[in-house]
């Protein structure tokens, strides 16, 4: 009797037009039902040429059609169409999406058209249950062709969620929240990491006006690198730090609570061009750019160091930032001993 039942709801959900497969759908609207079509020959591909269709099921009447060359779906045990699933943002969407994406309190439809978001994920088209009928809407349907997959609603906050990405290195998420039925950004951060630092991009909206901040910290992660010397500074305790990496010398100022990086020199990436000076004493280190000339000090009395800072060269004034020295850890000899491509002297 079990085999029996599971044939008949096979021959309901799973019949055979004309060389096409179609699928039933009941289950994920009170208001609609839909049909998914698949072409012949295509039944056991992994993207399924194919039409998926919205219908009233009061008057059966044809609301929207979609056809594709590429879409995805599961079936459940009972083989029906699985809809609602959206586990962002690189797990399984549903073909068919019934959710509240403009918070109204009416559940929209949004229907995959293919895999044309970020590598080749799924893509939808978004139609608004307005005033009894769907109206398709280009602003949320770009948000589900030009990030990752379906975007990500949160009913707490009233807000819509994206993400992309281009490689490992570089990342984007997205905030946006709604008005008059479209979404407006509110918050974009953006994520890269750029060999030595990683550097975070944000542009935030408040009254109208954009407001954008940039942070670096270090990228400790993969990155090898070899501290030569570092202290902090006695005025504001920024810390100072000297390292090599791959056979460079780098300069890098941290404001004085974690790791947000100030200054950095040579810039962000590793084929900079940047050089350091040092001095025949082995006691100055030097370089400039465009706003300044730095020079990083250590005096000696022997073997003992008995000061470190840096004087710093503007415009024709010089200005001294004394190191504080029950900080300083490395010494401006382990600068010199080593092999280091963009230090002369």
Not at 96 to 124: A, L, R, T, W
Not at 310 to 334: E, F
């Amino acid at each position: 009797m079990e085999q029996l039942r599971i044939g008949v709801i096979f021959w309901f959900l799973s019949l055979s037009v004309i060389g096409q497969t179609t699928y039933l759908i009941n289950d994920f609207s009170d208001v609609y039902k839909g049909k998914l079509i698949i072409d012949q020959g295509y039944e056991e591909e992994v993207f399924k040429k194919g039409t998926v269709i919205i219908l009233e099921k009061l008057s059966e009447k044809e609301v929207v059609a979609i056809s594709s060359e590429e879409l995805t779906f599961s079936l459940n045990e009972e083989g029906e169409v699985e809809t609602g699933v959206v586990s962002l943002p690189y797990g399984e969407q549903s073909i068919i999406i019934s959710e509240d994406v403009n918070f109204d309190g009416v559940k929209d439809i949004v229907v995959m058209d293919g895999q044309y978001s970020c590598y080749h994920g799924p893509s939808y088209q978004v139609y608004l249950h307005r005033e009894g009928q769907l109206i398709h809407s280009p602003s949320f349907t770009r948000l589900a062709q030009e990030y990752c997959g379906m975007f990500q609603t949160n009913n707490e906050t009233k807000t819509i969620e994206t993400m992309t990405k281009s490689g490992c290195c570089w990342h984007q998420f997205s905030q946006f929240e709604v008005v008059n039925n479209v979404p407006v950004p509110i918050e974009v951060v953006e994520e890269e990491y750029q060999y030595l630092y990683h550097i975070t991009r944000t542009k935030t909206w408040r009254g109208g006006r954009a407001i954008e901040k940039t942070e670096r910290r270090m990228n400790k992660e993969g990155v090898a690198i070899e501290v030569l010397m570092s202290f902090r500074l006695f005025k504001n305790q920024k810390k100072v730090l000297l390292f090599a990496s791959e056979g460079r010398l780098n300069y890098v100022l941290l404001k004085s609570e974690g790791e947000l990086v100030e200054f950095s020199f040579p810039a962000d990436n590793l084929i900079d061009a940047g050089r350091f000076t040092i001095d025949a004493s082995k006691s100055k280190l030097i370089f400039k750019n465009k706003e300044a000339i730095y020079e990083i000090y250590e005096k000696r009395k022997q073997d003992k160091v008995m000061a470190v800072g840096i004087y710093v060269y503007v415009n024709g004034k010089k200005y001294h930032l004394s190191g504080d020295l029950s900080t300083l850890q490395g010494a401006m000899q382990g600068v010199s001993s080593e092999k280091l491509v963009n230090v002369d002297g």
